[in-house]
């Protein structure tokens, strides 16, 4: 009777085995079609991340970007003083946006070549095009950086000083331009870095500044010269409050820092004459200059002038 017992067991046992295997095989082949859907997708994002880095390997070679420059202007003269350098990729299916270029870009491991090409051929471009009556101007020079580049151990001293004497462009005249999108982890070790750059001349840009709480925190750590609040903040700001108040916090903090403060992304005139009312020194923007291929000299309406019981704006060109 134990023999049989343990007979009825195992058969029992062998059965339900049987029956386990079935329907996994059964559920496995009903799975095969959604399998090779999701391989297939997976396929389709290898190649296409495939083809973005060829994509990305042949402008670092061939320097095939497209470098423009806009003008920053002081609002209360309306003087230009000094210039962003915008790199933007050739159109293409790969990258069909600029955000979508630089995100992919840094995601790879190029990122730091990549970054020192851009470098190398912003100055280049901003020196040959820059026309010889504004040499002597002293505008400055903004480059977008990547945080980790600059942090980055195969980053040989000098390099960028010496490309500047050959240029015959002083240091002084540059301002490394860092994005609250590309966040910092070690703030303290990276203000040393900053701390290197500066003792050789250059200047430090936080870009994107009002955006979110990590703005504000690289803010307070890295003590930069410039702040460039976000265009967020400046959309619309004549007509809202809680932008006006938080704006009015930056000011008063850069004020208190001996920082200078910069409003991206004005687009109209009411942004711009309640930027100039609230003291705001210094404005970006198409309301001010489009980005173009030459560092040309942009014109900002400096005074609302009151005519027929209108706001009229007289604009006044920075090139007087």
């Given at each position: 009777?134990?023999?049989?017992?343990?007979?009825?067991?195992?058969?029992?046992?062998?059965?339900?085995?049987?029956?386990?295997?079935?329907?996994?095989?059964?559920?496995?082949?009903?799975?095969?079609?959604?399998?090779?859907?999701?391989?297939?997708?997976?396929?389709?994002?290898?190649?296409?991340?495939?083809?973005?880095?060829?994509?990305?390997?042949?402008i670092m070679n061939n320097e095939?970007?497209?470098?423009?420059?806009?003008?920053?202007?002081?609002?209360?003269?309306?003087?230009?003083?000094?210039?962003?350098?915008?790199?933007?990729?050739?159109?293409?299916?790969?990258?069909?946006?600029?955000e979508h270029f630089y995100e992919?870009?840094?995601?790879?491991?190029?990122?730091?070549?990549?970054?020192?090409?851009?470098?190398?051929?912003?100055?280049?471009?901003?020196?040959?095009?820059?026309?010889?009556?504004?040499?002597?101007?002293?505008?400055?020079?903004?480059?977008?950086?990547?945080?980790?580049?600059?942090?980055?151990?195969?980053?040989?001293?000098?390099?960028?000083?010496?490309?500047?004497?050959?240029?015959?462009?002083?240091?002084?005249?540059?301002?490394?331009?860092?994005?609250?999108?590309?966040?910092?982890?070690?703030?303290?070790?990276?203000?040393?870095?900053?701390?290197?750059?500066?003792?050789?001349?250059?200047?430090?840009?936080?870009?994107?500044?009002?955006?979110?709480?990590?703005?504000?925190?690289?803010?307070?750590?890295?003590?930069?010269?410039?702040?460039?609040?976000?265009?967020?903040?400046?959309r619309g700001i004549h007509g809202?409050?809680?932008?006006?108040?938080?704006?009015?916090?930056?000011?008063?903090?850069?004020?208190?820092?001996?920082?200078?403060?910069?409003?991206?992304?004005?687009?109209?005139?009411?942004?711009?004459?309640?930027?100039?009312?609230?003291?705001?020194?210094?404005?970006?923007?198409?309301?001010?200059?489009?980005?173009?291929?030459?560092?040309?000299?942009?014109?900002?309406?400096?005074?609302?002038?009151?005519?027929?019981?209108?706001?009229?704006?007289?604009?006044?060109?920075?090139?007087?």
């Open positions: 009777m134990l023999v049989l017992r343990v007979i009825k067991f195992t058969k029992t046992g062998i059965q339900v085995i049987k029956m386990s295997k079935e329907r996994a095989l059964s559920h496995k082949i009903k799975s095969i079609p959604r399998y090779l859907q999701h391989l297939n997708v997976r396929l389709k994002e290898e190649l296409q991340e495939l083809g973005q880095l060829s994509a990305l390997l042949d095939r970007l497209d470098t423009y420059f806009q003008p920053i202007l002081q609002l209360r003269t309306g003087h230009t003083v000094g210039h962003e350098v915008l790199n933007r990729p050739p159109s293409s299916t790969y990258f069909p946006t600029t992919f870009a840094g995601r790879t491991d190029q990122m730091f070549r990549f970054e020192q090409n851009c470098r190398r051929m912003s100055l280049l471009r901003y020196m040959e095009r820059l026309p010889l009556e504004d040499r002597a101007r002293g505008t400055l020079v903004f480059i977008n950086v990547h945080p980790g580049v600059l942090n980055d151990t195969r980053h040989k001293s000098g390099e960028t000083l010496a490309l500047l004497q050959s240029l015959g462009l002083s240091p002084e005249r540059v301002v490394f331009e860092l994005t609250e999108r590309q966040a910092v982890q070690d703030y303290i070790g990276f203000e040393k870095v900053l701390s290197h750059y500066r003792e050789q001349g250059f200047r430090i840009a936080v870009d994107d500044a009002g955006s979110g709480y990590n703005s504000l925190k690289t803010l307070v750590y890295l003590k930069p010269e410039f702040i460039k609040l976000d265009k967020s903040l400046i809202c409050r809680e932008q006006q108040e938080l704006l009015e916090l930056i000011r008063e903090y850069a004020a208190r820092s001996a920082t200078k403060v910069i409003a991206e992304g004005i687009e109209t005139a009411e942004e711009l004459v309640y930027l100039q009312r609230a003291g705001i020194e210094f404005g970006q923007g198409y309301a001010l200059g489009r980005p173009g291929q030459l560092p040309v000299q942009g014109s900002c309406p400096v005074e609302p002038i009151k005519a027929a019981g209108r706001g009229v704006y007289g604009y006044v060109s920075s090139n007087r």
